[in-house]
């Protein structure tokens, strides 16, 4: 493997007197999608901001393409892309004008021509002349994106960059993403949705309360921790029986439905159905899943990821 485009060593920040971040150590391969996941809090946007140059960390060091980002933040931030979390583009400013303003910050200068070459990998052509705060929210994210890329970076930074969008307004930006990575760059994305870890990231480090606890592809975090299946259905019963069901060596609610990580799911159905029927209680909509990314962290962490935000 190549040697790694970020470098991150045992990295401490904190904000006020919040620890944001505990001893992080973290390595990005140049041309990978490299995800980062975990709950609101975790301390995700605050390594970005390290990374980023916009956030002096309390100890430790970043490198980026061999750089260190302390001593020298202008050579750093030439070889990034940055789509921050809440974007704060300027209203008033036309979709075509805000390219060029932010292009001309990396003393990159485009011209017309460039511009909307640009605006059209994003479907903004259209838009060019269209004030910022009269584009949709999908819209908006894909300009914020392409306002990301307008200094050709190698390396683009995204903190969750599908945050509010709508599933139709989030697939288009997964493809975007995909595009930006089958050119070659290495893409960093945050998110706290496990659907778009697994869909986009080769690798995934999962982050918790300021700490990575567990780095890989998101099939090894799930074959490493040898989950069984997922038993889910909609009935009401004491989580102590269910835990003592046959087979059953986790059991929870989420909303109204139980689910129960099973090594026998057949068998654990069975004695479901049973205690149900002796509570005087029927099982509905039942489903077996494999175990994915909300199970690992769960499993790492004691609670659930869409808990913990």
């Known amino acids: 493997m190549s040697k790694s485009i970020i470098d991150v060593q045992s990295l401490t920040a904190v904000y006020g007197s919040v620890q944001a971040l505990k001893g992080v150590n973290l390595k990005v391969e140049k041309g990978e999608i490299f995800g980062l996941l975990g709950p609101n809090g975790a301390g995700k946007t605050t390594l970005l901001a390290v990374v980023e140059g916009l956030h002096k960390p309390q100890d430790g060091i970043v490198h980026i393409g061999g750089i260190n980002v302390q001593a020298d933040s202008t050579a750093t931030k030439r ?6 979390q809440k974007t704060a583009l300027m209203d008033d400013m036309t979709v075509s004008e805000l390219v060029e303003v932010y292009a001309a910050l990396y003393e990159v200068y485009l011209t017309s021509g460039q511009i909307d070459k ?14 910022a705060r009269r584009l949709s929210g999908g819209q908006q994210q894909r300009l914020a994106l392409a ?18 969008l709508d599933p139709h307004a989030r697939r288009a930006v997964w493809d975007i993403v995909r595009q930006l990575h089958d050119e070659g760059r290495t893409i960093v994305l945050t998110t706290h949705a496990m659907e778009e870890a697994e869909a986009l990231c080769g690798r ?8 990575i606890v567990a780095c ?30 046959p087979s059953v060596s986790h059991a929870r609610y989420t909303g109204q439905h139980l689910e129960m990580e099973t090594a026998k799911p057949e068998l654990t159905l069975s004695a479901l159905h049973e205690l149900a029927s002796s509570a005087g209680r029927s099982v509905r909509d039942v489903m077996l899943r494999q175990p994915n990314l909300e199970d690992v962290f769960l499993k790492l962490t004691g609670r659930a990821l869409s808990e913990s935000n």
């Open 79 to 84: 070889q990034l892309g940055i789509q921050l």
């Open 118 to 131: 640009l605006l059209a990998r994003f479907d903004l052509v259209e838009k060019r002349n269209t004030l």
């Open 147 to 164: 306002v990301a890329i307008a200094n050709d970076p190698q390396i683009v930074l995204l903190d969750e960059p599908t945050s509010a």
């Open 204 to 211: 995934i480090a999962i982050i918790d309360r300021g700490e």
């Open 216 to 245: 890989d592809s998101p099939s090894a975090l799930i074959a490493n921790l040898q989950l069984n299946s997922m038993l889910k259905a909609t009935v009401e019963l004491p989580l102590d029986q269910v835990r003592a069901l």
